[in-house]
C-alpha cells in the first residue's frame, strides 16, 4: 500500500507564475488536507477536502489560492500568480472515512521557491 | 478556533536522558492529539496519539499523557538516542471536526 504521495517534490517558478502541486492520497482514504510549512515554523491548514467537495477552506489565502479533488485523480493546489511570500513547503495528509477523527497520513511535501 | 501552544521550541539533551515537550490547547471540545516527528526535509510522521477518554499511552520509550481538566498534554521520551533528534509537533483535533491545529514545534537535538 503506497503512501501519500505528492509531485512535484521541488518547484521553481518566478514571480507572476501558476504554481500546480498534486496529492495522491494513501488508497482507500477519501478525504484530503493542505498545510503550509514556512521555514523553521509550524504547519497550518489550508484546506480539507473530500471527493468532489470543499469541506473546509478556512486556512486558505482569498486570493491566488484554490484547491479541487475531483471523482478521478489527484488533489491539486493551485497557486496563482505566485509571489515570494508563496515560498515555502506545501504538505497533503490523507485520512480513511470516518466520523470521528482519524490520524492523517503526510506526504514526502512540494518545497515551492519562488524567485 | 483551536489554539495549541508548545514549549520549549528547542531542547538538547544528552544521550541516555529524558526530554519533555508540552503542549496546551485552548478549546475543551478538542479530543484527539497526535504527536509527530519530523526530520530534516522528510515528511511529518505520527509517532504516538492519545483520546481525551484515557490520560496516559506509551509505546516503547514514548510515552503521551494528557490533563483535561488543565487542558495540557506531554510528550515523554525515555532513554534517548541521537536518531531521536528531529523536529516534534503536537496536534490537537475539535470533536467532530477533522481539520488538525498544530504547535510550533520543537526541535530537539540528542548530543551523543
Known amino acids: 500500500n503506497a503512501g501519500v504521495m505528492q509531485n512535484p517534490r521541488h518547484l521553481v517558478r518566478r514571480r507572476g507564475q501558476e504554481a500546480r502541486l498534486r496529492c495522491s492520497p494513501m488508497?482507500?482514504?477519501?478525504?484530503v488536507y493542505w498545510y503550509r510549512q514556512l521555514p523553521e515554523e509550524g504547519l497550518k491548514f489550508m484546506v480539507y477536502?473530500?471527493?468532489?467537495?470543499?469541506?473546509?477552506e478556512s486556512g486558505m489565502p482569498k486570493e491566488r489560492f484554490s484547491a479541487e479533488f475531483p471523482k478521478e485523480g489527484p488533489s491539486i493546489l493551485r497557486i496563482q500568480q505566485v509571489v515570494r511570500g508563496d515560498s515555502a513547503a506545501y504538505f497533503c495528509?490523507?485520512?480513511?472515512?470516518?466520523?470521528?477523527?482519524?490520524?492523517?497520513?503526510f506526504g514526502p511535501g512540494t518545497r515551492l521557491l519562488v524567485l | 478556533g483551536e489554539n495549541v501552544e508548545q514549549h520549549p521550541s528547542t531542547l538538547s539533551v544528552q544521550e541516555g536522558d529524558s526530554a519533555v515537550i508540552k503542549c496546551t490547547y485552548s478549546?475543551?471540545?478538542?479530543?484527539?492529539f497526535p504527536w509527530y516527528k519530523q526530520e530534516l526535509g522528510k515528511r511529518p510522521q505520527l509517532i504516538i496519539d492519545?483520546?481525551?477518554?484515557?490520560g496516559e499511552k506509551k509505546d516503547q520509550r514514548i510515552a503521551v499523557t494528557l490533563n483535561k481538566t488543565a487542558k495540557h498534554f506531554s510528550l515523554h521520551i525515555t532513554e534517548t538516542q541521537p536518531e531521536d533528534s528531529a523536529v516534534y509537533f503536537c496536534?490537537?483535533?475539535?470533536?467532530?471536526?477533522?481539520?488538525?491545529?498544530f504547535g510550533t514545534g520543537t526541535s530537539l537535538t540528542v548530543i551523543p
Open positions: 495528509a490523507s485520512s480513511p472515512p470516518s466520523r470521528s477523527q482519524e490520524t492523517q497520513y
Open positions: 488508497k482507500g482514504h477519501s478525504h
Open positions: 477536502l473530500q471527493k468532489e467537495n470543499i469541506i473546509d
Open positions: 478549546d475543551s471540545a478538542s479530543n484527539y
Open positions: 492519545i483520546r481525551s477518554n484515557v
Open positions: 496536534a490537537a483535533s475539535i470533536s467532530g471536526g477533522n481539520q488538525f491545529y
